[in-house]
């Protein structure tokens, strides 16, 4: 249940910062054609028709083996169908590459329900060309489209396709000379010889129960894992997981305003029950018998990580059922005997790393990141996994492994203290050469991307006043170019404070106060949440505010609180959560806001809203049933309600097994507290979504109505975890808003007394 999954995630030291954006010398109305005292009448439309502001800006960029150029996606701003791109790095100049409408003629594509699920786990919205792969010598491009595959040679402009009736091809990758393309096609491996065009398939599938290739659920929902197959170095062999999910429970989906269409069914594994069984084989590219990899999976019950780098021998990162132990092994691909390399052990869990290991030139070590010792560590083993030495201290605040960068021996990698921030660093391998040093200084989020054998990278920022740039450099620095973006903004800048509140340790939080805001004036408070314990919700980053500012002009102060349970601040902190998802989080947010309002005599905490989406949705809706002194009205979108009735990854990695903690599970449900709701709250769910599935939301009503508890209920019908289409993002968010209206306005709780809610 990560952070880009969910529709509120477009969402330091103090900063204490109000941020008011550039300045203008232009009049209130000149640039927006209304007061800027005034809410943004077509703020919502713009926000709805940009898909958050997020459409138009380039994506999967890849710089070419030779640095010469860089490949990146990129629609419209209104738009969710993508381009290929092309930069010249020397020249500063970009053109079209390839579109949609080149290949097909027409810009509508067919894609599969399997296409759709594996778009749903990453959450991709894009249409058109959505995805493409680069050759290692940078000279054929492949294309997925519309069920098709399409190579491209870069030099000549060719264009050749791959036919095949074998199916709708899932996941197709190049092979790393560039001669071959695999992909699954109805669960089953082939791959095709570019120059012949010949289609080889590899894999039989035994039962309709098994697949060939493809990664299960859970890897994909939760251990951020979409791949289920891997290219050998050499191009000669494949390594592919088969996956055999007979035994699990089926989940149905149906249209319930089409009775008439079958439901899509899939398997889907709950708490305490089973799971997948995986297994890893290794084959031939043209065919043959299966080498199967050998360890014990009644122990290591997930294959969590597969790594067959160019120096490195085929690697794999397996967990136990409880995630409280990985092992990395090292797998003989002829004979399938595997190798011992290291042992990661937590008592509470051991959060996967998909970066890691990674083999470093040579293949007599590799990195590997830990928080063993308290907190995210990189750390050098040799060959056989042996500690040669910690690299990154603990207080550097390590968040992501990026690049090695062989020709200085240094390690780019991102971080901070700041839970809020991220910047860039670059690590001397070689302990003699120092520590850490910092290559960014601009408060906000930043990343770098490497690739090819020239150095050339992308910087890309986001400025704490909600500035995007992505600079391109070269190994004699910044070129002073920068890959176009035409991404929109809103017509208003984000009156944005982060600060920190309490003591030992400190929480962070954001305020957003209204753009007309009036110091004498006391204002309602809606406090958008996630609480959980993959994502963060104060952020250095101006662009995660601007629906919050929206709210805040219609005479609201919106409040974001990170507490214990959210990452990026330690194992300790983010492992309170162990057993109970809800408890401290919650204590955290009610601690919290009770703090900002001591500091900021503004908020007027008698009339607080609490909002938010997946586990923010779970979050609100206990905060209004457990806290109601606290949080007097609740909007809870796409919630869970009983963790038994989410997927077995994410929830027993915090919640251990429904039959060792049947305690936990009943005080972290929302039904359980059914009776004592007094607030009143909105749920709304996407009848489609097959992640938290609808019937979540329905449970919550359903004991909410045999309680007796007045509440009100919005099912979005046929929609999934994600709301894109722009006209049901405006109903939606203008019925939060008339929500908080209604029932945080200063006559509210007189008038929810005389109507009898309560």
């Known amino acids: 249940m990560s952070a880009t999954r969910f529709l509120s995630a477009s969402i330091c ?37 940009t898909y958050r502001f997020r459409l138009g800006a380039p994506s999967a960029i890849t710089p070419t083996p030779d640095g010469e150029h860089i490949l990146y996606l990129r629609s419209p701003s209104r738009s969710f169908v993508k381009s290929l ?3 010249d790095v020397r020249a500063g100049v970009e053109r079209t590459l390839l579109t949609a409408e080149q290949i097909l003629g027409v810009q509508d594509e067919e894609l599969s329900k399997e296409e759709l699920a594996r778009r749903e786990r990453t959450r991709d919205t894009s249409r058109g060309i959505a995805s493409f792969q680069l050759s290692e010598d940078g ?5 997925p489209l519309s069920g098709r595959l399409f190579i491209i040679e870069r030099a000549s402009g060719l264009m050749l396709e791959l036919e095949s009736d074998a199916g709708y091809p899932l996941d197709p990758q190049m092979s790393p000379d560039g001669a071959m393309v695999a992909c699954v096609r109805n669960g089953d491996l082939y791959v095709t010889e570019i120059e012949s065009r010949e289609e080889v398939r590899l894999t039989f599938r035994s039962s309709d129960t098994v697949t060939n290739g493809l990664a299960e659920f859970v890897a994909q929902e939760e251990m951020s894992r979409n791949h289920g197959y891997w290219w050998s170095p050499d191009s000669k062999r494949i390594a592919y997981q088969r996956t055999d999910v007979a035994g699990l429970e089926t989940m149905h989906i149906a249209d319930a305003v089409s009775p008439e269409i079958a439901p899509d069914s899939w398997p889907y594994p709950r708490p305490g029950m089973k799971n997948a069984d995986v297994q890893l084989g290794v084959i031939s590219a043209y065919g043959g018998a299966t080498t199967w990899a050998e360890w014990d999976r009644k122990r290591y019950e997930y294959l969590n990580t597969v790594k067959w780098e160019k120096d490195g021998p085929l690697t794999i990162v397996v967990q136990n059922r409880r995630q409280t132990e990985q092992a990395v092994l090292e797998v003989d691909e002829a004979t399938g005997y595997t190798q011992t390399l ?62 090695y960068q062989l020709e200085t021996r240094e390690l780019i990698v991102t971080a901070s203290p700041d839970p809020t921030q991220a910047h860039i660093y670059r690590v001397p391998l070689d302990a003699d050469r120092g520590g850490p040093r910092r290559r960014t200084s601009q408060s906000g989020e930043h990343r770098a991307i490497f690739g090819g054998a020239v150095y050339t990278r992308v910087h890309q920022m986001t400025h704490l006043d909600g500035r995007m740039a992505w600079e391109v450099f070269t190994q004699d620095g910044n070129t002073g170019f920068v890959i176009p973006s035409v991404a929109e903004s809103p017509r208003f800048d984000v009156n944005l404070e982060l600060t920190t509140v309490g003591h030992r340790p400190s929480l962070h939080a954001a305020i957003v106060r209204p753009r007309d805001f009036d110091g004498k004036k006391r204002y309602p408070v809606i406090v958008h949440v996630y609480g959980g314990p993959t994502s963060n919700m104060v952020r250095a980053n101006a662009r995660a505010y601007f629906l919050d500012q929206w709210f805040a002009d219609h005479g609201f102060i919106v409040v974001r609180i990170d507490g214990r349970g959210t990452p990026k601040r330690g194992r300790d902190w983010g492992r309170v959560v162990k057993d109970n998802l809800i408890d401290i989080p919650l204590q955290d947010q009610v601690a919290g806001l009770q703090a900002l309002g001591r500091k900021y005599p503004e908020l007027d905490l008698k009339r607080v809203g609490i909002w938010g989406w997946s586990f923010g949705g779970y979050f609100s809706a206990m905060a209004v049933m457990r806290e109601p002194n606290v949080f007097h009205a609740g909007v809870a979108g796409a919630p869970v309600n009983r963790w038994e009735d989410y997927d077995t990854h994410y929830t027993e990695r915090y919640m251990d097994l429904p039959q060792i903690n049947e305690v936990g599970y009943l005080q972290s449900a929302v039904s359980t507290y059914a009776d004592r709701l007094e607030r009143p709250l909105l749920i709304m769910h996407g009848s489609a979504d097959d992640n938290v599935y609808f019937m979540h939301a329905l449970k919550i009503s359903k004991a909410l109505f045999e309680a007796g508890k007045h509440h009100e209920f919005l099912p979005l019908i046929g929609f999934t975890h994600m709301v894109p289409d722009p006209n049901i993002t405006t109903r939606l968010y203008s019925r939060i808003l008339e929500f908080f209206q209604t029932n945080l306005a200063e006559d509210a709780e007189r008038v929810r007394t005389r109507g009898g809610i309560r």
Do not use: K
């Not at 996994?385 to 990154?392: K, P």
């Not at 201290?393 to 990026?402: I, K, N, S």
């Open 342 to 403: 290291l042992i990661e052990q937590d008592d509470a869990w051991v959060e996967i790393v998909q970066e890691m290991p990674h083999w470093l030139p040579g293949g007599e070590s590799f990195l590997w990141m830990t928080e063993r010792n308290g907190a995210w560590q990189l750390e050098l083993r040799a060959r056989d996994g042996s500690l040669v030495r910690e690299i990154t201290p603990l207080d550097l605040g390590l968040r992501q492994f990026v690049h």
């Open 139 to 143: 000279e054929r491009i492949l294309v």
């Open 85 to 87: 791109y092309e930069f």
């Open 13 to 49: 030291t103090c900063l204490a910062l109000l941020i008011t954006g550039c300045a203008s010398t232009q009049s209130p109305r000149d640039r927006a054609g209304y007061s800027q005292a005034e809410p943004d009448p077509g703020f919502l439309r713009d926000y709805a028709q």
